[in-house]
């Protein structure tokens, strides 16, 4: 089997880890009614699944850094199988929010390690590509997973959801098991100099660019849902349309914005895409209550928003290349708990403010973040960027 294929075997379990945590927005109605919850309140479980899991991951990922990948990969795809099934069997809210605590736990580790591997068996040069993909793997759950995931909590039960992820889960594990070969972990780094890292500034900042960045999103799209049926007046069947759009836009802006990334440069990416990313949210303000401009709108939101990740994910690795494990774990930690606090955020605007107003205040958000990557990403001329780059690695 050739690596290209071995990297889209990658993306297959990040799409699996994404659903499990997009779900929740696309039937955070549904969950509150049926356990007879707010919105706000149902909101709060993409917070805790965040805050576990930006938390959790780089201690378990320091704690298993002698681990050879696949094994790693294997048990922590585990741990996420039996989640789902809790999440599945379980009744209750506190009984839920618990399974989407172990669920998280293994999500990050999985999410992680996948990029890892990734990026170790990738060709020369095409290291950005292959982190996009996986990157693109996740966010597909955008573009299957959660209308899908609607249209069974639709015609079945919303718990019905979990259950076929742990089932698909399963067949992963196997899959896995046959195709991905053994790969060697990092070098073990001490925790304490782990976090000695964030020391550099050039690190700091553009962990900083992560978490503006996507907590202005979070803050936004955590109450899509109700603010497209709401506030946009939208249809269900109308609705399951808009998120599938979504979801097609950022698996685009995933995959071109790796390749962007790899033949223009990391700066000239995400200024072009962050200017889109907070004029989409601002226009969605103005335009909440016509149905075709904000569907138009979330489709160039969602691409402009997705061509960031693997561009950052990307940029953090080359600014220590002998830690990547380390950098991609602490990116995508920050990156949860920007989804955490962008959840928790939006929670408190949609009580204090009003729903209406979560896309232009996530929108703030994300001009804060492309401020800093005008001042911290600018190279000295846009032709030295790649050299400056590769001195750095």
């Known amino acids: 089997m ?6 889209y075997i990658l993306a297959l379990v990040s799409f699996l880890v994404g ?15 049926s356990l007879a919850i707010s919105v706000v309140a149902a909101g709060q479980l993409i917070t805790v699944f965040s805050l576990v899991y930006g938390l959790g991951t780089p201690l378990l990922i320091a704690l298993t850094v002698r681990w ?18 809790l999440a599945f069997a379980l009744p209750g809210y506190g009984l839920f929010l618990g399974a989407r605590v172990l669920m998280a736990l293994g999500a990050g580790v999985v999410v992680v390690t996948a990029l890892t591997i990734a990026a170790k068996i990738a060709p020369q040069g095409k290291q950005a590509s292959a982190i996009a993909t996986v990157v ?34 399963l067949l992963a594990m196997l899959i896995l098991f046959l195709s991905i070969p053994k790969t060697k972990g990092d070098a073990p780094i001490p925790l304490r100099q782990q976090l000695s890292l964030l020391r550099q500034p050039r690190i700091a900042f553009s962990l900083l660019v992560t978490f503006m960045w996507l907590g202005g999103y979070s803050l936004a799209y955590t109450y899509i849902t109700p603010y497209l049926l709401s506030v946009a007046g939208m249809s269900e069947g109308m609705l399951n349309s808009a998120l599938l759009a979504f979801g097609i836009a950022s698996l685009i802006g995933s995959k071109l914005g790796g390749y962007s990334a790899d033949r223009w440069g990391v700066y000239r990416t995400l200024t072009s895409g962050m200017a889109l990313h907070i004029a989409t949210l601002f226009l969605l303000t103005l335009a909440a209550h016509s ?69 232009w205040i996530g929108a703030l958000g994300v001009l804060i973040a492309a401020a800093i990557v005008s001042r911290s990403y600018r190279p000295a001329s846009p032709q030295r960027e790649g050299a400056r780059e590769v001195r750095q690695a």
């Open 2 to 7: 050739s690596q290209v294929w071995k990297v």
């Open 19 to 33: 659903t499990s945590e997009y779900i929740i927005s696309g039937i955070l109605d549904k969950i509150a009614d």
């Open 68 to 85: 050879e990948r696949r094994k790693l990969l294997l048990s922590a795809l585990g741990l996420f199988v039996l989640a789902n099934g």
């Open 136 to 169: 693109m793997g996740f966010t597909a759950s955008l573009i299957v997973g959660v209308p899908l995931g609607r249209m069974i909590a639709a015609a079945y039960d919303w718990k019905a959801v979990f259950g076929g992820i742990g089932a698909l889960g």
């Open 291 to 359: 149905t075709v401009l904000v569907f138009s709108l979330l489709i160039l939101w969602s691409f402009a928003a997705w061509s960031t990740g693997p561009t950052q994910q990307y940029h953090l690795v080359t600014l220590a290349p002998e830690s990547s494990g380390i950098m991609l774990s602490l990116n995508s930690s920050v990156m949860q708990l920007s989804m955490a606090a962008g959840a928790g955020l939006g929670g408190i605007v949609v009580n204090s403010v009003s729903l209406a107003s979560v896309t």
